[in-house]
């Protein structure tokens, strides 16, 4: 059974990605629909290694709360555990939903795809 509300994502991202000639929108939809099984996982300390402060960043999967960050992102990603919302935000980060991201950065600039 599929998500009305990650339907509806993909099918955002693909307008946007039309809109502003923006490639990194449909990938991120296309990761959106794959299967459950396929999904990706990474903690916050793999984050933490492949960032930097004032990153924006994409994961689509699920981002789990092992480790530390010690620096500031902006986080988008498809489910995250409460443990990891709360270490991003402490290191005065902030998670994302995908329309303020969009809005925010609509042509996908200076947006890093972890995946």
Do not use: Q
């Not at 099984?37 to 699920?62: C, M, Q, Y």
């Not at 960050?69 to 980060?93: E, R």
């Amino acid at each position: 059974m599929v998500n009305e509300h990650i339907v509806r994502m993909a099918r955002d991202l693909r307008r946007m990605s039309v809109t502003h000639k923006a490639p990194i929108w449909k990938r991120v939809s296309e990761f959106a629909l794959k299967t459950a099984i396929s999904k990706r996982v990474i903690n916050v300390n793999g984050i933490e290694k492949l960032t930097k402060d004032g990153d924006v960043v994409i994961f689509p999967g699920k981002v789990l709360g092992t480790g530390d960050i010690t620096h500031n992102i902006s986080l988008f990603c498809f489910d995250i555990s409460k443990t990891a919302v709360s270490k991003v935000t402490n290191a005065g980060g902030r998670i994302l939903d995908y329309k303020t991201l969009t809005n925010e950065r609509p042509t996908g600039t200076g947006v890093i795809l972890l995946g």
